[in-house]
């Protein structure tokens, strides 16, 4: 390029400029009115009831105005609602209302409070199936009149449990003892230990480890039946077997 | 039976002599209480009111119901109906006419009088017993108690008063008029230890053990009663003092432990257990429970009682031949020997002399037999024995009262088990409880 054209190019340049300022200098115009500025959003937010006990349950109820992004912790919700909250422990819930307005924010507390100590619960129902197993092979067996022989049948169902036990090593098995109301009282006692054992012998003879095994005379004190007739008494003329939990 | 009375008489001889009832029942035999000595006739009008206090005659009545009640229950008087006496009685002694007692229709031997007032919150009682047929000297006795004003004190007054006539006419042996009797009740819902007066009053519980408790057996001095308790899984010898109110520790042995008693000195205690064999034997231990050690080899052994007199002996039931039988052995577990020879024999007791046991028995029992279960009393030496209880009730665990003339027992022949007393030749049989049941009573031994 060569020095005139360069300068033709300039002038050119200049005068377009020179134009155009001259141009906008005529049509200057007053500035547009600015918009409204955004309301500022607004948020309440309350629990009913504020205070509970733990395993209940409180409402939160919220309204915004203004806003076009609500959370409530954290979570988009609706511009108001409610809803239901189950706390463990005191807790401040937090709605957060955004809009082109700016930002509001708005707490409601729930405080919860200790349950009141659960009614004891019961002590874990006893170990049923080992019950039941002991149940399933010995209850109780019965004897004669004044007597602590083994009657065969009561033999027999002797050695039938003897494995069942000798099979459960944690158990132990309390052998009661116990006497029809004829008689006096304390000799009564001595009988029921007497037939108490009776067993205990026959199920150690039969394998069983004296270690799971315990006596107790109730004498007459215990009666499972208290008629004067002879089918009471058979009744309680008894060992009880009875697992010690 | 001559000869049967002939031995009872030699036996009982401490006691009192034996005198057959004419055209009595076989086996129905008179004991005499009164060391063989001719029953002195009493007569014991009510006691003047002193004054006239609002109390005075609340407590006069309390104190004249419980003197007569006293010297009637003391089995050694024959006492002079009220019928029979003049219309003026004496309430001090220069308002006695000796005369108008010591003729019929009275016809006294021995007259007690006296008056009874209360002065400023306080009781006080004069008394005295007079030998009516004795115009020379007839004071015998002449006594002045005071004590707060109490229904209970009067009584105890009474009981004070009627002890002194006792040991003045009853061959010095002391009255039982403050002796206490402990025994079973049910009435709280559970079997405790409760105790009572020895003719019924004041009866109050003593154990809140909330289990079983059975036997109860006072000590010789009545500071503790020890009685088998049902604790957790196991019979054992618990401990009440008298002194503190409570129990206190007694050792814990294995097994089954029950039917304790005390030696006469305090100093043992024998009882059953079935520590170390499964069945019952005899055991004896230190007062504390120290040092057990066994005298039988059970089977079925129960109810062990030192012969009180000696503390050499000891008496006890056993199962080793079948039904229950009356043993008697040394206190070293030597020279056993059996007592009855059948039936049902339980709850030996010794009297306080040593000679006789006390004890219930069946002598037909079993399925189907007619038969009851009474109170007899037997010689040991002799084997002799006589029934003194008949056709009411099943009637057992007999006690001897201090003086040996009286026993308590349990019957139920009112329709329940309750507790009675007797004179020893099975006399004077009365109901001493009524509410709930009430079992094996234990006489102190003072």
């Given amino acids: ?245 | 039976m001559d000869k049967m009375k002939r031995m009872l008489f030699a036996v009982v001889v401490g006691l009192g002599a034996l005198a057959s009832t004419a055209g009595a029942q076989q086996d129905r035999i008179r004991i005499e209480l009164n060391m063989g000595q001719q029953r002195p006739r009493l007569a014991a009008p009510d006691f003047h009111a002193a004054n006239a206090d609002p109390q005075t005659a609340p407590l006069n009545t309390a104190f004249n119901e419980t003197l007569w009640s006293d010297l009637d229950n003391a089995g050694i008087f024959d006492m002079v109906a009220r019928s029979f006496y003049p219309l003026k009685t004496p309430g001090t002694p220069n308002e006695l006419q000796a005369s108008v007692w010591s003729n019929p229709p009275p016809n006294a031997g021995v007259l007690t009088f006296g008056n009874l007032g209360v002065n400023g919150g306080k009781v006080d009682v004069q008394g005295w017993l007079f030998d009516v047929k004795n115009a020379g000297s007839p004071a015998i006795l002449g006594k002045e108690y005071r004590e707060d004003a109490t229904v209970d004190n009067a009584r105890l007054i009474a009981h004070r008063f009627a002890n002194e006539i006792i040991a003045r006419l009853g061959a010095g042996i002391p009255g039982i008029a403050e002796s206490k009797i402990y025994f079973i009740s049910t009435r709280s819902g559970a079997k405790e230890v409760w105790m009572m007066d020895y003719d019924g009053a004041n009866q109050k519980q003593l154990t809140h053990h909330g289990g079983i408790a059975l036997s109860p057996q006072v000590s010789p001095d009545n500071s503790r009663v020890a009685f088998s308790g049902l604790s957790k899984d196991s019979w054992q010898i618990m401990m009440y003092s008298m002194d503190l109110g409570r129990l206190v520790s007694f050792p814990r042995f294995g097994g089954d432990n029950y039917s304790p008693a005390w030696s006469s000195d305090g100093t043992k205690i024998a009882f059953a257990s079935t520590m170390g064999q499964g069945t019952s034997g005899i055991f004896v231990a230190d007062a504390s429970g120290a040092g057990a050690k066994r005298l039988t080899s059970g089977h079925s052994d129960v109810s062990p009682v030192f012969n009180p007199k000696t503390n050499g002996q000891i008496a006890w039931v056993s199962g080793r031949s079948g039904l229950p039988q009356i043993y008697i052995m040394d206190s070293d577990g030597s020279n056993v020997q059996r007592v009855t020879d059948q039936g049902y024999a339980v709850s030996p007791c010794w009297s306080p002399n040593g000679l006789l046991l006390a004890f219930s028995w069946n002598r037909k029992y079993g399925p189907g037999l007619p038969g009851g279960q009474d109170i007899y009393l037997m010689d040991i030496v002799s084997k002799q024995f006589v029934q003194l209880t008949h056709d009411a009730g099943t009637n057992d665990f007999p006690s001897w009262s201090p003086d040996g003339r009286h026993l308590v027992f349990e019957s139920t022949r009112s329709g329940s088990a309750q507790v009675w007393s007797m004179l020893a030749d099975g006399t004077h049989q009365q109901q001493l409880t009524r509410s709930a049941k009430n079992t094996q009573p234990n006489w102190s031994s003072k």
Wanted: charged share 20%; hydrophobic share 35%.
């Fill in chain 1, 1 to 245: 390029m060569n020095n005139r054209k360069q300068q033709w190019i300039l002038a050119v340049v200049l005068a377009s400029l020179l134009a155009l300022v001259i141009g906008c200098g005529k049509k200057k115009q007053p500035p547009p009115p600015p918009p409204p500025p955004p309301k500022p959003p607004t948020a309440t937010l309350s629990a009913n009831p504020t205070s509970i006990q733990r395993g209940q349950s409180a409402t939160l109820t919220w309204s915004t105005d203004n806003a076009s992004d609500i959370t409530l912790d954290g979570n988009k919700v609706d511009a108001s609602g409610s809803q239901s909250v189950s706390p463990t422990n005191t807790t401040t819930y937090h709605l957060n209302a955004k809009g082109a307005g700016g930002s509001q924010d708005a707490t409601a507390t729930v405080n919860v409070a200790e349950p009141p100590p659960p009614t004891p619960t019961p002590a874990p129902p006893p170990s049923l199936t080992d019950d039941q197993l002991l149940a399933q092979a010995l209850t109780e067996i019965f004897f004669d009149f004044d007597k602590s022989d083994l009657r065969p049948e009561a033999q027999q169902a002797l050695s039938k449990a003897a494995p069942v036990i000798t099979a459960h090593p944690t158990w132990q098995v309390r052998i009661e003892g116990n006497a029809d109301e004829r008689g006096s009282s304390m000799y009564n006692l001595a009988l029921g230990d007497r037939r108490a054992n009776a067993a205990q012998q026959a199920l150690v003879q039969a394998g069983v480890p004296a270690s799971q095994l315990k006596t107790v005379s109730y004498g007459k004190e215990k009666p499972v039946c208290t008629e004067s007739n002879e089918d009471c008494w058979q009744k309680n003329r008894r060992d009880a077997f009875v697992l010690v939990h």
